[in-house]
């Protein structure tokens, strides 16, 4: 059913349309940061307008606002289907955007979803701290350098209520805790809450039981998400993590070194601060790269790297968690992205010259 036939309905409180709306449910917003604004804020154009929906507000409260706004053109239409579809429990709080005309199902439904007026930006898995810097400034959220400037000051005071935070080794930065995902901000949030919000975000999914898990593997949280961003950087195909992951465990436990290119990328790349760069990992590593003194050099230096190399997502860590169980020391590029494992050195130079003369 389109949205105008359930408009046209409405006013009768009509069964199709209880049925249609009786079936929303809150979606698992993404982490979002909104401040307490005017409750009605109209631009210039007069046709966007900003809605506040305070903590408290009843239906009646929120529509004769949007009528008042020119969103809406019947407070008490508004009121009544959000009574007769149970909706008028679940209204989100926070501040939204709406274009004036907007029909009383949609705005309805975006307010019991929790659809904000915010600024939206998805940060991939992979990217070095400086790379999301660039990417908020690009999606207008907050500026690079602000980013950079709030993740320092952040990375001063870690006992701000997170203990991943502050089980990191002396001396660590923030690179890896920056968690990827889909993030909305209001448009008032300053980089300060930004950079709070996304570090919080590994802190709620890196549980308890994850780090007894770690505990049980002899990681420490750091070491784990260390080496999650190491598999995060190396892989195309998204189930050979726990594949990848069983060969850097294995190599670990028996001391031979982890020759993860990545970590050579990493070590030969710009310098941590360094903003505006159209790429931050060189895609053909050289001999002379390889034979890098840099403690993320895992071709020259044994063990894992002082800390991550980039920010991973939790399928990453979680493969370090749950690693395959093979005996694979090895393994090498296809041309499809995929990798070709070994758990010998004669076996892996076999694939070498079948996948990469």
Do not use: C
């Amino acid at each position: 059913m389109t949205t105008s036939a359930l408009n046209s309905a409405f006013f009768g409180i009509g069964l199709a349309a209880v049925i249609v709306l009786a079936g929303w449910v809150i979606k698992d917003s993404p982490s979002s940061i909104s401040k307490r604004a005017a409750p009605v804020r109209v631009l210039e154009n007069a046709e966007t307008v900003f809605i506040e929906v305070k903590p408290g507000d009843n239906a009646a409260d929120i529509g004769r606002r949007l009528e008042a706004a020119g969103v809406i053109q019947d407070a008490s239409s508004f009121s009544l289907l959000a009574r007769a579809t149970g909706a008028e429990r679940g209204l989100a709080a926070g501040e939204y955007e709406f274009e004036q005309g907007t029909s009383v199902v949609d705005a309805l439904s975006r307010i019991r979803k929790g659809l904000t007026a915010a600024r939206v930006v998805t940060i991939p898995e992979g990217l070095r701290i400086e790379e999301v810097a660039g990417l908020l400034e690009r999606r207008g959220i907050v500026r690079g350098g602000d980013f950079l400037a709030a993740l320092g000051l952040l990375q001063a005071t870690p006992a701000n209520g997170s203990s991943l935070l502050a089980a990191r080794p002396p001396g660590a930065g923030l690179e890896g805790y920056v968690y990827p995902a889909t993030y909305s901000f209001s448009r008032r949030a300053t980089a300060g809450e930004v950079a709070a919000a996304m570090l919080r975000a590994l802190e709620e999914r890196f549980t308890p039981e994850m780090r007894e898990k770690a505990r049980q593997l002899g990681l420490t949280p750091h070491e784990v998400i260390t080496l999650a961003s190491i598999i995060e950087r190396e892989i195309v195909v998204p189930g050979e993590r726990p594949l990848v992951a069983s060969v850097y465990l294995n190599r670990l436990r028996m001391g031979i070194a982890l020759q993860a290119d990545p970590t050579v990328q990493y070590a030969v790349g710009p310098p941590p601060g360094t903003l505006g760069l159209l790429s931050y990992w060189k895609r053909e590593l050289t001999a002379q790269d390889l034979q890098s003194q840099s403690p993320y050099n895992t071709y020259a230096r044994p063990g894992l790297p002082p800390g991550p190399i980039a920010n991973p997502g939790i399928d990453s860590i979680l493969a370090v968690l749950n690693p395959a169980q093979t005996s694979f020391l090895y393994f090498v590029a296809k041309p499809d992205g995929s990798h070709a494992f070994s758990a010998t050195f004669e076996e892996h130079q076999r694939n070498v010259q079948l996948y990469q003369r």
